[in-house]
T-cell receptor, first 117, second 116 residues
Framework: AQKVTQAQTEISVVEKEDVTLDCVYE???????LFWYKQPPSGELVFLIR??????QNEISGRYSWNFQKSTSSFNFTITASQVVDSAVYFC??????????????FGKGTKLSVKP | DTEVTQTPKHLVMGMTNKKSLKCEQH?????MYWYKQKAKKPPELMFV???????INESVPSRFSPECPNSSLLNLHLHALQPEDSALYLC???????????????FGNGTRLTVT
């Protein structure tokens, strides 16, 4: 069965601190995709990154970075020098490959990040 | 601003009412989705349309009726809802691919529905 675990329910940091959001996944598929989405208080889900199972390279985008490790089935997300605007709920998600599963994202329960000024 | 537009932003309806949620995208995406999100929970998939045809229905009760009039529009018709159906309803779209390259979903801001 597929499953995504975000063990951290809520995290609170002070502005400019670095913070890492953990994501551990389970799947029996050899081909799969991992995603991170941000959901600010306004409600929309904002796509941050997609990674396929064959690409273990870490990625950096500005203050955001992602560490994908198949050996530990983890896809962690780090925000460097956090800002108040980073406050949101962050979801990690998994989907299997195959046209029939379009949109069938398995979401983790989300981590609520609060960045205090 | 999101490229997927949902209206209305908020909706309050009684259990005997009939209402519709609307979603529009102009990114040329051929796959569109309805998700339901309860407070402090992750989104749950309801329906998927691919090339204007319903491809996934996640055992959603018939009081929710989706409709895809064309490739840019997606509606969700509501009838005889229950208070427990109160939630944030999110529309999303993505490139559709038979090869299943799992293109990222682009979500709208959602409609916050309250059933009284």
């Amino acid at each position: 069965a597929q499953k995504v675990t975000q063990a951290q329910t809520e995290i609170s940091v002070v502005e400019k601190e670095d913070v890492t959001l953990d994501c551990v996944y389970e799947t029996r598929d050899t081909t799969y995709y991992l995603f991170w989405y941000k959901q600010p208080p306004s409600g929309e889900l904002v796509f941050l990154i997609r990674r396929n199972s064959f690409d273990e390279q870490n990625e950096i985008s500005g203050r955001y970075s992602w560490n994908f490790q198949k050996s530990t089935s983890s896809f962690n997300f780090t925000i460097t020098a956090s800002q108040v605007v980073d406050s949101a709920v962050y979801f990690c998600a998994l989907s299997e490959a195959g046209g029939g599963s379009q949109g069938n994202l398995i979401f983790g329960k989300g981590t609520k990040l609060s960045v205090k000024p | 601003d999101t490229e997927v537009t949902q209206t209305p932003k908020h909706l309050v309806m009684g259990m005997t009412n009939k209402k519709s949620l609307k979603c529009e995208q102009h990114m040329g995406h051929r796959a569109m989705y309805w998700y339901k999100q309860k407070a402090k929970k992750p989104p749950e998939l309801m329906f998927v349309y691919s090339y204007e045809k319903l491809s996934i229905n996640e055992s959603v009760p018939s009081r929710f009726s989706p409709e895809c009039p064309n490739s840019s529009l997606l509606n969700l018709h509501l009838h005889a809802l229950q208070p427990e159906d109160s939630a944030l309803y999110l529309c999303a779209s993505s490139q559709a691919s038979a090869a299943g390259n799992n293109s990222p979903l682009h979500f709208g801001n959602g409609t916050r529905l309250t059933v009284t």
